[in-house]
């Protein structure tokens, strides 16, 4: 008997190992990638594979495997619902501004025997000052899927290569929203891109949310610094600004 379910096994699986694979993407809707493909890799065949990029399945199987993935798939991972991602910057603004006042101070020098006098400026003075200001702007996405949010310049630059196409250094972040009840979860994949000698400098990071559907939700700050000088027919003025802007998001369904 033992002997006879052997022989069975052997002839399911040797067919599916030799049987010709195909390469597909099936993108996910509400279902974290990984998740499904931990349950779909228990039902391949040695030489079939699945890995995922993103919230996208890689797949490699036969077309019988793909058949019975793709209802697995359907079954697992419900349409995304419509949202509206609403994105709120708030500029948090301080720095000093410190002029120099005309303030007559003898001094005296001997040039040659002559007593000269000179006009300094030793006087310096601080002011703070404070500002707020609000911005926004809002997308519709789907649930499951990235939006982009831009948060900065974007710019094209031609790239000596092959085929000569140009590439674009943009700033902003992609975020992902998921529902859980009453509760949004916020997958935020940042992209900053920037022009560095001829080519394109860039850097990611992902991070991860949660709050209350419809309410504001914290995801991060940009900071800025500036500093300058101005000549005015006082002085000199002396400005150090500095801008922190904090990042909010907001989910509602449509």
Not at 7 to 22: G, H, N
Not at 123 to 137: D, L, W
Not at 164 to 175: L, S, T
Request: proline residues 3%; charged residues 15%; hydrophobic residues 40%.
């Amino acid at each position: 008997m033992k002997v006879l379910l052997l022989a069975i096994s052997l002839c399911w699986f040797v067919p599916q190992a030799w049987a010709e694979r195909m390469l597909t993407t099936i993108s996910l809707h509400q279902a974290e990638a990984e998740q499904i493909a931990r349950v779909l890799r228990s039902t391949l065949a040695p030489g079939s594979s699945i890995s995922t990029y993103q919230n996208t399945l890689v797949i490699r199987a036969t077309a019988a495997e793909l058949r019975q993935i793709h209802a697995l798939v359907a079954e697992l991972d419900s349409k995304g619902r419509q949202l509206w991602i609403s994105v709120r910057v708030g500029e948090q603004e301080g720095g000093g501004s410190y002029f120099g006042q005309p303030h007559h101070q003898p001094i005296t020098r001997v040039n040659r025997g002559i007593h000269t006098e000179i006009e300094t400026r030793v006087t310096v003075q601080e002011r703070h000052f404070t500002g707020s200001a609000e911005t926004g702007q809002g997308v519709r996405a789907t649930e499951g899927l990235p939006a982009y949010i831009a948060t900065g310049q974007s710019l094209t630059t031609p790239v000596t290569s092959r085929w000569r196409e140009p590439v674009v250094a943009q700033q902003g972040f992609y975020v992902t929203a998921r529902l859980d009840g009453s509760t949004v979860l916020l997958t935020i994949r940042q992209e900053n891109a920037s022009l560095q000698g001829g080519g394109v400098d860039k850097q990611q990071l992902r991070s991860h949310v949660s709050g209350g559907l419809g309410q504001w939700i914290a995801v991060g700050a940009i900071s800025e610094q500036a500093s300058g000088v101005a000549i005015d027919a006082d002085g000199r003025q002396l400005t150090n600004t500095k801008t922190v802007s904090s990042v909010y998001i907001r989910v509602l369904l449509q």
